[in-house]
Every structure is written in C-alpha cells, then in structure tokens.
C-alpha cells in the first residue's frame, strides 16, 4: 500500500465500531485483546498472536491500541525540542546494520572537539531546545574520561540544559577506557550533568541475532546491567527496539518482554521507541542478507502490538518520522503513539544508512502533523513533564469512548 492507502486504512479501523471489528477477530485474537482492554499483562504468547495479527485480526489490534492509548494518555501528542549531536564517526565496532562509522584515515572522519560540540548546543539553545542528544561511534583513540570532560564542557556554560546521551555501547567502553565499573562509571557522568540514558544499542535483545549484526557490541545481559544500573542511580532510560532486518516474530516478542521485565523491577524507562531499519546503504543489505518489507503491514503491527504489550508499564510511545518519514509517523499516532520524538535539528546516522526523511522538524510541522490525526501537539522535557507555558496546544477531537461491556462479551 501506499501512503494514501495506509492512512486511508488507519482511518476506515479509526471510524469502525470496537465490536465489529472484534467480532470479525479470530477468537485467540480477541480474547487476547480483551485482556489488553482490561489492562491485563498479556503473555508473549498473546504478544506473537498480535504482532503477527494480518487482515481482520490486525484492523481489531489496530483499534484496541489506538483506545488503550487513548485511555492511558489522553489525546495529547507530545514532542520535544531538541538538537541530536553525532559528535564522531569513527568506529571500530563494524555493525553489519550501519552505514554511518568511519575509520580514522578516511577523508570525511570526523571527531568533533568539545568546543565545537558546545557550539552547536549554543545554537540549539539559542533556537530553543531543552535538550541536547548525544551518541557517536567508538573511537578507538577516546581520551579515557572524554565523556566526563564533554557533559562538564557544556554543563559550565549551560547549566539547565538536559544531556540525554551515551548509548550502553559508549557507557560500556567508556566504563573500560576507565577501568571503572558501571555504578562507578555512570554515577560519574550522572555528577558531571547527564539527565538521562538513550536506550538505543538495543536493536534486537537476543545475542544470536547481535552475533550476526555486530558481533563486539555490547551483549544482552551487558545491554540490561547497564540500563539496570542507571535507574538504580536515578538515571532514566529510554527503550528502544530495530525492526526489519534479520530478526523472528519471537524474538521482536522476547525483546519487548525483556524491556516489560526491567520496567518492573526499576520503573526507569520513559519510553519505548520502534526502529525501523534503514537498508540502503548498509553491509546486511549490500550482502543480500536482508530484504526488508514494504512500508506499512509491519510497521503498523509494530506500533500497535508495543502499546498493547507494555501496557501498565510504560505508558510513552514514540513514533520516528527519521525513519518512517512525517506522513507514516503521523499515521502511527492512530496506532498507539503519542509521542512524534524531537526536532533534532541535526542528524547523521539514519541519513547515512540511507534515511531520507531529513534532519530537522520545524515545531509547527509537528503541530500540523497532530491536528490532521484529531490530536493535541504539546511540548514536553525528556522525561515527559508536559511544558504547557511554552507554546499553547491546538485544538483536538474528544477522545474516541467505546462500549466497555464489549470486554465482558463472551467469546
């Protein structure tokens, strides 16, 4: 389908009534929605029926995840002003999915200095952001405290500005150009400024499939003892998942319980953030080991099976208009998001792998983008305190309601 057809089709499950579309579920499919409806945890078992949900069991999916998002966080679409900063592209680590790192010598490597990095927060301040995101490659000649020394760069001159940075991966070498452990490690950066932890590294939480897409990057239980360990520090994390590559339905399942199971027991995550992988211009794709699907069929099951899934753990669902394009993210918002991410400002690695959808989104684009869904757009800070004072929020529909008896409805 295409994009007039997609949001023609998430419209058409927009407007059918819950008990039709339950109706016309296959009966596992249904049972396992009421639950969800009914604020149930549902099994990875009821997770794969959902994800893999085609047809009439999708467009019920579909319509269960834009209600329970409605019922969680209301009809507001939150974003945040922000600038991401790719500091360097030199890498050692070699993922097979990547198309952004460099290796020292060649022409257009870079590493910028914490002067230049400070830079460009003075311009994303200036423009108004509220955060800067930082993540860059494994450079294998990284001052050891190169972190450290950054986030205190910044935080001399910009004090209030929240630093959301340093993937697992960079916390992990950072922790053994050190020679620190983990607590040691990220209660330093915590000290020095950092507000928060992007949970991205992540792509799929199980080691056969990292042994394929990066073998030297950080492993599973690594992956979740860092995380862990921040949020035990009062650091807050965002989650994060890569679909489209190489990975089972189970596995995308399995990975999502285990983002479900460390949200139990540390409370830390803000958010959850699907990833569609972008191909072009990568080694996975170049060796044909990948052919990743039409936009759309998975990208809809994706979003709707994560809010159902993690519902009563982690309520904040983010879209990603960098790899889906503004018009598919703002489709998503009937999905089960109501997140549309950041402005950025400024982004390489996506369009280094071959993203297409640019490097900045202007606050009013985002704004146009919610009211065409029926939708509220509203600032926010990384960790979701909503910014009203800001920039007043435009108007919406009333929030779609449905018959509650329809859970209780046998069959």
Known sequence: MNLEELRRYADEVEAAPLGALMDQASPAVRTALKRALACQELTPEEGLLLYTAVGDDLRATMKCADLARAEDVGNEVTYVVNRNINFTNICFVGCQFCGFKRQKWESDAYDHSNQTIL??????????????????????????????????????????????????????????????????????????????????????????????????????????????????????????????????????????????????????????????????????????????????????????????????????????????GVELAAITLKLGCNDFSGTLMEESITAQAGGTSGEFIPVDLIEEKAREMGRVAVERSTTYTKLYGRKAPNGARPLPTYDRSVINQPG
Request: glycine residues 6%; charged residues 20%; contains cysteine.
């Open 119 to 324: 830079a460009k927060v003075r311009d994303a301040v200036a423009r108004g952001a509220t955060e800067v995101c930082m993540q860059g490659g494994i450079n294998p000649d990284m001052p050891a405290f190169k972190y450290r020394d950054l986030l205190l760069t910044i935080k001399s001159e910009f004090p209030k500005i929240h630093i959301h940075a340093f993937s697992p991966m960079e916390i992990m070498y950072g922790a053994r150009r050190t020679q620190m452990d983990y607590p040691e490690y990220i209660g330093m950066l915590h000290e020095a400024g950092l507000g928060s932890i992007p949970g991205t590294a992540a792509e799929i939480l199980d080691d056969s499939v990292r042994e394929v897409l990066s073998h030297k990057k950080v492993d599973v239980a690594a992956w979740v003892e860092i995380i862990s360990t921040a949020h035990a520090l009062g650091v807050p994390t965002t989650s994060t998942i890569m679909y489209g590559h190489i990975e089972s339905p189970r596995q995308v399942v399995n990975h999502l319980n285990i983002i479900r199971s460390i949200q139990k027991q540390t409370n830390g995550f803000t958010e959850f953030v699907p990833l569609r992988f972008i191909h072009e211009n990568t080694v996975l794709f170049r060796k044909g080991l990948v052919s990743p699907p039409p936009i759309g069929l998975l990208d809809f099951q994706m979003y709707a099976f994560s809010r159902l899934f993690l519902r009563g753990w982690i309520k904040n669902l983010q879209t990603s208009w960098v790899k889906l």
